[in-house]
Protein backbone atom coordinates (compact mmCIF):
# COMPACT_ATOMS: atom_id res chain seq x y z
CA UNK A 1 0.00 0.00 0.00
CA UNK A 2 1.25 3.62 -0.91
CA UNK A 3 -0.67 4.85 2.16
CA UNK A 4 -1.69 8.77 1.62
CA UNK A 5 -0.03 10.27 -1.25
CA UNK A 6 -0.26 14.29 -1.92
CA UNK A 7 0.81 16.01 -4.62
CA UNK A 8 2.98 17.90 -5.52
CA UNK A 9 5.52 18.10 -2.55
CA UNK A 10 6.32 22.17 -3.23
CA UNK A 11 4.97 24.64 -4.91
CA UNK A 12 5.23 28.37 -5.77
CA UNK A 13 2.21 30.57 -6.42
CA UNK A 14 1.44 34.14 -7.49
CA UNK A 15 -1.34 36.20 -5.16
CA UNK A 16 -4.54 35.31 -7.75
CA UNK A 17 -3.55 31.85 -9.01
CA UNK A 18 -5.73 28.82 -7.91
CA UNK A 19 -4.48 25.32 -7.73
CA UNK A 20 -5.25 21.96 -6.59
CA UNK A 21 -3.33 20.45 -3.82
CA UNK A 22 -4.25 16.29 -4.94
CA UNK A 23 -4.50 13.80 -2.04
CA UNK A 24 -4.83 10.06 -2.59
CA UNK A 25 -5.72 6.77 -0.24
CA UNK A 26 -5.39 3.23 -1.06
CA UNK A 27 -6.52 1.98 2.20
CA UNK A 28 -10.73 2.20 1.40
CA UNK A 29 -10.63 4.68 4.66
CA UNK A 30 -13.92 6.58 4.71
CA UNK A 31 -12.49 9.83 6.41
CA UNK A 32 -10.52 11.94 4.98
CA UNK A 33 -9.42 15.73 6.13
CA UNK A 34 -7.19 18.55 5.12
CA UNK A 35 -4.97 20.12 7.95
CA UNK A 36 -2.87 22.96 7.21
CA UNK A 37 0.29 23.53 9.74
CA UNK A 38 1.86 27.01 10.82
CA UNK A 39 4.72 28.09 12.79
CA UNK A 40 3.37 28.17 16.38
CA UNK A 41 -0.33 27.24 15.44
CA UNK A 42 -0.30 23.35 15.27
CA UNK A 43 -2.25 21.63 12.54
CA UNK A 44 -5.97 23.22 12.13
CA UNK A 45 -8.56 21.77 10.02
CA UNK A 46 -10.12 23.02 6.73
CA UNK A 47 -12.19 20.46 5.60
CA UNK A 48 -13.17 16.88 6.21
CA UNK A 49 -15.47 14.84 4.38
CA UNK A 50 -16.66 11.46 5.87
CA UNK A 51 -17.62 9.68 2.44
CA UNK A 52 -17.84 9.88 -1.11
CA UNK A 53 -20.08 12.84 -1.36
CA UNK A 54 -20.18 14.10 1.65
CA UNK A 55 -17.46 17.38 2.53
CA UNK A 56 -17.82 19.50 5.18
CA UNK A 57 -15.86 23.06 6.84
CA UNK A 58 -13.36 22.85 9.68
CA UNK A 59 -11.75 25.36 11.32
CA UNK A 60 -9.94 27.50 8.84
CA UNK A 61 -12.19 27.34 5.92
CA UNK A 62 -12.19 30.48 4.01
CA UNK A 63 -10.36 30.53 0.70
CA UNK A 64 -10.21 26.52 0.08
CA UNK A 65 -12.58 24.49 -1.64
CA UNK A 66 -13.11 20.49 -1.76
CA UNK A 67 -14.84 17.70 -3.01
CA UNK A 68 -15.30 14.24 -2.54
CA UNK A 69 -16.27 12.07 -5.70
CA UNK A 70 -14.34 8.73 -5.54
CA UNK A 71 -13.23 7.58 -1.66
CA UNK A 72 -9.52 7.60 -3.09
CA UNK A 73 -9.41 11.18 -4.01
CA UNK A 74 -9.54 14.49 -1.65
CA UNK A 75 -8.71 17.09 -3.51
CA UNK A 76 -8.20 20.47 -1.80
CA UNK A 77 -8.69 23.54 -4.37
CA UNK A 78 -7.38 27.53 -3.26
CA UNK A 79 -9.43 29.69 -5.35
CA UNK A 80 -7.63 32.80 -5.80
CA UNK A 81 -4.17 32.01 -3.81
CA UNK A 82 -3.30 34.60 -0.76
CA UNK A 83 0.25 35.22 1.27
CA UNK A 84 -1.68 34.08 4.56
CA UNK A 85 -2.58 30.73 2.82
CA UNK A 86 1.37 30.42 2.69
CA UNK A 87 1.96 27.41 4.52
CA UNK A 88 2.59 23.27 4.91
CA UNK A 89 -0.79 21.26 3.95
CA UNK A 90 -1.47 18.04 5.22
CA UNK A 91 -4.03 15.58 4.22
CA UNK A 92 -4.77 12.60 6.43
CA UNK A 93 -7.45 9.39 6.17
CA UNK A 94 -8.89 7.10 8.78
CA UNK A 95 -11.09 4.13 8.64
CA UNK A 96 -14.33 4.43 10.67
CA UNK A 97 -14.24 3.75 14.62
CA UNK A 98 -13.94 6.27 17.00
CA UNK A 99 -10.04 5.23 18.12
CA UNK A 100 -8.81 4.62 14.96
CA UNK A 101 -5.87 6.72 14.00
CA UNK A 102 -4.75 9.32 11.18
CA UNK A 103 -2.62 8.63 8.85
CA UNK A 104 -1.00 11.53 7.25
CA UNK A 105 0.39 12.08 3.54
CA UNK A 106 3.77 13.76 3.61
CA UNK A 107 2.56 17.29 2.84
CA UNK A 108 2.85 19.80 0.53
CA UNK A 109 4.97 23.29 1.26
CA UNK A 110 2.85 26.19 -0.63
CA UNK A 111 4.57 29.60 -0.77
CA UNK A 112 2.58 32.23 -2.29
CA UNK A 113 4.11 35.57 -3.46
CA UNK B 1 -15.82 22.14 20.75
CA UNK B 2 -13.18 19.70 21.71
CA UNK B 3 -9.80 21.58 22.95
CA UNK B 4 -6.52 20.98 23.70
CA UNK B 5 -3.31 22.92 25.26
CA UNK B 6 -0.13 21.78 25.36
CA UNK B 7 2.06 23.93 28.31
CA UNK B 8 5.59 24.96 26.95
CA UNK B 9 6.29 25.48 23.11
CA UNK B 10 9.94 24.58 23.56
CA UNK B 11 10.98 22.04 26.03
CA UNK B 12 15.03 21.59 26.42
CA UNK B 13 16.98 18.40 28.23
CA UNK B 14 19.66 16.59 28.57
CA UNK B 15 20.00 13.19 26.63
CA UNK B 16 19.93 10.89 29.43
CA UNK B 17 17.14 12.90 31.40
CA UNK B 18 13.52 12.44 31.85
CA UNK B 19 11.24 13.85 29.09
CA UNK B 20 8.34 15.76 30.22
CA UNK B 21 5.81 16.80 27.66
CA UNK B 22 2.23 18.44 28.88
CA UNK B 23 -1.25 17.96 27.61
CA UNK B 24 -4.27 19.49 28.74
CA UNK B 25 -7.57 18.50 27.13
CA UNK B 26 -11.45 19.82 26.63
CA UNK B 27 -14.32 17.61 25.62
CA UNK B 28 -17.84 17.17 25.41
CA UNK B 29 -17.53 13.83 24.61
CA UNK B 30 -15.81 10.85 25.87
CA UNK B 31 -12.21 11.80 24.75
CA UNK B 32 -9.43 9.71 22.65
CA UNK B 33 -6.32 11.65 22.43
CA UNK B 34 -3.21 10.83 20.53
CA UNK B 35 0.25 12.36 20.37
CA UNK B 36 2.18 12.76 16.96
CA UNK B 37 5.65 13.34 16.31
CA UNK B 38 7.21 15.69 13.92
CA UNK B 39 10.55 14.85 12.67
CA UNK B 40 12.28 18.02 10.61
CA UNK B 41 10.85 18.42 7.29
CA UNK B 42 8.88 15.30 7.88
CA UNK B 43 5.04 14.30 8.01
CA UNK B 44 3.43 13.30 11.53
CA UNK B 45 4.10 9.75 13.08
CA UNK B 46 1.45 8.61 15.34
CA UNK B 47 3.13 7.66 18.72
CA UNK B 48 0.58 6.43 21.15
CA UNK B 49 -3.16 6.75 21.22
CA UNK B 50 -5.49 6.69 24.06
CA UNK B 51 -8.51 4.33 23.91
CA UNK B 52 -10.11 3.88 26.92
CA UNK B 53 -8.81 0.49 27.30
CA UNK B 54 -5.98 0.97 29.53
CA UNK B 55 -5.39 4.29 31.35
CA UNK B 56 -1.33 4.24 30.70
CA UNK B 57 -0.38 3.49 27.27
CA UNK B 58 2.92 2.83 26.16
CA UNK B 59 4.46 3.65 22.39
CA UNK B 60 7.02 3.23 20.45
CA UNK B 61 10.59 4.56 21.15
CA UNK B 62 9.96 4.12 24.90
CA UNK B 63 7.63 6.84 24.87
CA UNK B 64 4.50 6.36 27.38
CA UNK B 65 1.27 8.57 28.40
CA UNK B 66 -1.10 8.45 30.89
CA UNK B 67 -4.57 9.45 30.53
CA UNK B 68 -5.89 10.82 34.19
CA UNK B 69 -9.88 12.29 33.89
CA UNK B 70 -9.80 14.29 36.79
CA UNK B 71 -7.26 16.11 36.00
CA UNK B 72 -7.86 16.29 31.94
CA UNK B 73 -4.79 15.74 31.09
CA UNK B 74 -2.55 13.25 28.89
CA UNK B 75 0.72 14.05 29.41
CA UNK B 76 3.89 12.19 27.67
CA UNK B 77 7.06 10.74 29.34
CA UNK B 78 9.87 8.92 28.00
CA UNK B 79 12.65 8.40 31.66
CA UNK B 80 15.74 8.65 29.43
CA UNK B 81 16.00 11.37 26.60
CA UNK B 82 17.95 10.42 23.75
CA UNK B 83 19.14 12.51 20.55
CA UNK B 84 17.20 11.13 18.08
CA UNK B 85 14.31 12.19 20.30
CA UNK B 86 14.63 16.02 19.30
CA UNK B 87 11.47 16.93 17.33
CA UNK B 88 8.25 18.72 17.72
CA UNK B 89 5.84 16.62 19.63
CA UNK B 90 1.71 17.21 19.03
CA UNK B 91 -0.95 16.12 21.29
CA UNK B 92 -4.64 15.39 20.07
CA UNK B 93 -8.38 14.48 20.66
CA UNK B 94 -10.92 13.19 18.52
CA UNK B 95 -13.57 15.55 16.99
CA UNK B 96 -16.26 16.00 14.74
CA UNK B 97 -18.34 13.07 15.51
CA UNK B 98 -14.45 11.26 15.74
CA UNK B 99 -13.61 11.43 12.11
CA UNK B 100 -11.29 14.23 12.04
CA UNK B 101 -8.57 15.29 14.98
CA UNK B 102 -8.16 18.71 16.94
CA UNK B 103 -3.92 19.78 17.88
CA UNK B 104 -1.93 21.65 20.31
CA UNK B 105 0.13 23.66 19.26
CA UNK B 106 2.57 21.83 19.66
CA UNK B 107 6.04 21.44 22.14
CA UNK B 108 9.17 21.06 20.60
CA UNK B 109 11.67 18.95 22.16
CA UNK B 110 15.54 19.85 22.70
CA UNK B 111 18.09 17.66 23.66
CA UNK B 112 21.75 18.61 24.37
CA UNK B 113 24.76 16.10 24.90
Known amino acids: NAGVTQTPKFQVLKTGQSMTLQCAQDMNHEYMSWYRQDPGMGLRLIHY???????DQGEVPNGYNVSRSTTEDFPLRLLSAAPSQTSVYFC????????????FGPGTRLTVL | AQSVTQLGSHVSVSEGALVLLRCNYSSSVPPYLFWYVQYPNQGLQLLLKYTSAATLVKGINGFEAEFKKSETSFHLTKPSAHMSDAAEYFCAVSDKGYSTLTFGKGTMLLVSP
Open chain 1, 49 to 55: SVGAGIT
Open chain 1, 92 to 103: ASMSTGAYNEQF
